[in-house]
Structures are given as structure tokens and as C-alpha cells.
């Protein structure tokens, strides 16, 4: 039988460690390389074949987990908080760690987490940026009040980002002098072109071949719109790697962890690890789910009744969640079974 090898990569910015190891267990070479794609292609020509390679989960990790792919057996990304082996050690070193994973995959005892496909991975960058401008015009408008307020302008909250209002405002304020109002027509001028370049991702997107279809029939859930579709779609990936629906709540970050022992058990809060995209997203689209599904509204109101409106927000949210996972994976729109209360004659 041929020898297996087994490759423990630690990833940085500028470098590479690397360890190989045998079956065995006897290191062969155990050096870094520069971190860049020419370096790195021509590192993988010098090794033994077969060989198989694990890195921990990072930023750059995307890049060089693609090249690997004609030159690798099998390739396998860690789960960092998971990897105790590395967290725990008294002494750590890019060397040390390298050789950590690589025990690890000899042993077949890594964390393995998920690597969504590469025309995934590109398409979520692009919606991950739209993030930004709306984090970027959240802040302009936040600063335009921050303005009107240190001037001690009035001016009525809820219409102050409509257009023909702001431009009322400027044109007939006494208290909005030239200096102000330059600064101003700058702030709005901002909010406009980012909202411009936002709506332009948001579409290119809904129009992508790969995702058009799945977004148009997880739309068909009440409270689900583009941007929890589109978000859901790219940040998830394939669905059917949630076993359960328990699986998927628990990803999205909606559920505490469980200490047990004996006859005792404890429930702690909302787990920080989630994904923080995806809570977001789900958490806004729960505000709103109530004004749309008359399930939800009811579900909600069961909640507010016990007297905790956060309680009532996570039910609704799991609901959601429950929605999302039963149409991504039948591949089926939602449909809305209309319950009549019949009495019995």
C-alpha cells in the first residue's frame, strides 16, 4: 500500500508553516514559505504524493484552500476554538502549531468545519461589502441629526432623510447658515451615492444565475425578503448540512448552551459563537415577520403575554429559522395552510 503523508498548515499574512508527517509519524521536511500563490504552487510540486493538508479556519484561508485542490488527496479546515490541542499548549510556535494539525489529521481528529464552494464564497464577499455601505450611511445620517443638533436646528425626525423635506430645510432654515449647509448638502450627497452602489450589489445578485431561483422561493416565506434571502443563501450554502432544525437555530446563534450534571441543569445565555451575518439579518427580519404572517403575530403575542418581549422575539426568530430550512431543503415554496375552527355537530 502507498504511504499517506500528512501536511499541518499554519496560514499568517506573510508566511506559511508547514509540517509533514508519515503515517508513522516521523517528520519529513518542516520549514515556511512566503505566503503568495507563486511560492505556493511551487512548494506543492516538491511534495510526496499522495498527501493530505488541514489549516485552521482564518481570512486566508479561501485562497490557498483552492490551490490545494489538483495537488491534494482530501483538504480539511479546523475549527480554531474547537482545536484545544493548540489553545492549551504551554509553549506555541507557527512550527509547534503546524505540527499540531498535522498530529491531528494523522490521527483523523481535526474540528472540521464547513468550506462553502468557491462561486459561494465570491458572491457572499460581494454581499458582505453592501454590509458596509449601510453601516457607512447609518453613520452619515446619524451624523447629519448630530448637526442639526449641535446647531439647535428643528427639525421633524421622521422626515428628515426624505429628500424633498432636506432640501425644504436647507432652502427656508434661518438657523442653517452657509458653512452648515455645505456640510450638510456633503452628508447627503454621501447617503444618495452609497445608496446608489448598495441597491446596484443588492441586484446583481438577485439576478445571478446561481441564486435567482433559490431567493425567489425562500421569498415566498411572509417576513422574508431579498436581503435575508440572499443573506441566508450564501451564508449557510448548502442546507443539507444541518442535520435538524435545532442544528440551524443553534448555527444562527438563538439558543444557550447546557451545563448538566446529576439532577441539576443550568442554561446559560445566547451563545456568542454564531454566525454574526446571519444574526443580524434575522433578528431585523424579526421585527417586522409579526406585520406580515398572522402566525407569527400570534406567536409573538403568546410571548409578550408571559411578560418578556425579548423571549417572544427569539421565538419568532426560531420559527423563522424553521420556515427557511423546511423550504431550502424540499426545494419547495411556502405554502400558508388556512386552519378553520369547525364545531362539532
Not at 493548540?86 to 512550527?95: G, L, N, V, W
Not at 451615492?193 to 445578485?205: F, H, Q
Request: charged fraction near 30%; glycine fraction near 4%.
Amino acid at each position: 500500500m502507498q504511504c499517506m503523508y500528512y501536511i499541518g498548515l499554519d496560514v499568517h499574512q506573510r508566511t506559511i508553516s508547514y509540517c509533514l508527517k508519515d503515517d508513522g509519524g516521523r517528520i519529513h521536511p518542516e520549514d515556511s514559505i512566503p505566503a503568495t500563490r507563486v511560492d505556493l504552487d511551487r512548494w506543492m510540486k516538491t511534495l510526496p504524493q499522495p498527501w493530505t493538508a488541514a489549516m485552521e479556519a482564518a481570512m486566508l484561508t479561501g485562497w490557498i484552500y483552492d490551490p490545494l485542490k489538483p495537488h491534494a488527496a482530501s483538504r480539511k479546515v479546523t475549527h480554531p476554538l474547537m482545536l484545544r490541542a493548540i489553545a492549551a499548549a504551554e509553549k506555541k510556535s507557527d512550527r509547534i502549531d503546524a505540527s499540531k494539525i498535522c498530529d491531528c489529521l494523522r490521527c483523523d481528529f481535526p474540528p472540521e468545519c464547513y468550506m462553502a464552494p468557491t462561486a459561494i464564497r465570491e458572491r457572499r464577499r460581494t454581499l458582505r461589502y453592501r454590509n458596509l455601505f449601510v453601516r457607512q450611511m447609518v453613520q452619515v445620517k446619524i451624523k447629519i441629526s448630530a448637526l442639526l443638533t449641535e446647531a439647535g436646528v428643528s427639525y421633524k425626525k421622521q422626515r428628515l432623510h426624505k429628500a424633498s423635506y432636506f432640501r425644504e430645510l436647507l432652502a427656508t432654515n434661518p438657523d442653517i447658515d452657509d458653512g452648515l449647509c455645505s456640510l450638510l448638502r456633503l452628508c447627503r450627497e454621501t447617503v444618495v451615492r452609497l445608496g446608489k452602489t448598495e441597491s446596484a450589489l443588492v441586484r446583481s445578485l438577485e439576478r445571478d444565475s446561481l441564486l435567482v431561483e433559490r431567493v425567489e422561493r425562500l421569498m415566498t416565506i411572509p417576513a422574508v425578503g431579498p436581503i435575508t434571502a440572499l443573506t441566508w443563501a450564501l451564508e449557510i450554502g448548502d442546507v443539507q448540512r444541518f442535520s435538524s432544525i435545532k442544528k440551524a437555530v443553534s448555527y444562527w446563534g438563538l439558543c444557550g448552551a447546557e451545563k448538566s450534571s446529576a439532577n441539576s441543569m443550568q442554561r446559560t445565555p445566547l451563545s456568542k459563537q454564531r454566525n454574526k451575518h446571519l444574526q443580524t439579518t434575522l433578528i431585523e427580519a424579526t421585527k417586522m415577520a409579526p406585520r406580515n404572517s398572522p402566525e407569527l403575530a400570534m406567536l409573538c403575542d403568546r410571548g409578550k403575554q408571559k411578560g418578556d418581549a425579548n423571549r417572544a422575539t427569539l421565538h419568532v426568530a426560531r420559527k423563522l429559522v424553521a420556515h427557511l430550512v423546511a423550504v431550502d431543503r424540499r426545494q419547495k415554496e411556502f405554502l400558508t395552510v388556512v386552519r378553520e375552527n369547525r364545531t362539532a355537530a
